[in-house]
């Protein structure tokens, strides 16, 4: 009688963490799949481990304007994003109705700013080859997200394709705004 008590005191902690196991894998793979475009990368950190750190660029948001709201709606048709709306309530009673909403996680690495920076954890062999993509500047990032019923969302992928012709044109606008805002040289006295 003692020996099976052991027994079954050794195996029921072991079956509680395959049950929390399967549950948490189950809730990773559930969701809907969308490719969002992203920006300002960080390759990785030595120090707290190998991820790509970015900015969400997302479609039909001002960009310098985003700092990041609680909620956003996705408009289009998975994995293609063809604009994003941030509601003005949230999902609130009377708010416009919204097909795949997106919410901030409070408790995520970036808690109430998760809409506009994200983490995206690679392995170590992968780490050296994505700093390599990082650095071409004629590649865009996509990022896939997994969005579920309830809002949340997480980062699961990352890709890069080549700059259209319009991204390429909108980046060189943009050095050459940067170059004119840069001030002059001072003269030097002889």
């Known amino acids: 009688m003692i020996r099976a008590a052991r027994l079954l005191a050794a195996i029921l902690p072991l079956a509680g963490l395959a049950g929390l196991w399967a549950m948490s894998a189950r809730t990773y793979e559930q969701g809907t ?32 304007a985003f700092m990041g709201p609680q909620h956003l709606c996705l408009e289009g048709t998975a994995p293609r994003i063809d604009r994003v709306i941030v509601p003005v309530s949230g999902p609130a009673e009377g708010a416009a109705p919204c097909d795949h909403p997106l919410k901030a996680g409070e408790g995520g690495v970036y808690g109430t700013s998760a809409l506009a920076r994200g983490r995206l954890y690679v392995g170590q062999d992968r780490g050296a080859a994505l700093q390599e993509q990082l650095r071409n500047n004629d590649q865009r990032g996509i990022v896939t997200i997994r969005q579920r019923e309830d809002g949340s969302f997480t980062p699961i992928a990352i890709r890069f394709r080549p700059l259209t012709p319009a991204e390429r044109a909108t980046r060189d606008a943009q050095r050459e705004r940067a170059e004119d805002l840069r001030p002059p040289p001072p003269i030097m006295a002889q």
């Open 33 to 64: 799949e969308w490719e969002v475009p992203i920006m300002g990368y960080d390759p990785r950190d030595y120090l707290r481990g190998h991820y790509v750190e970015f900015s969400y660029d997302w479609p039909g948001i001002e960009t310098d």
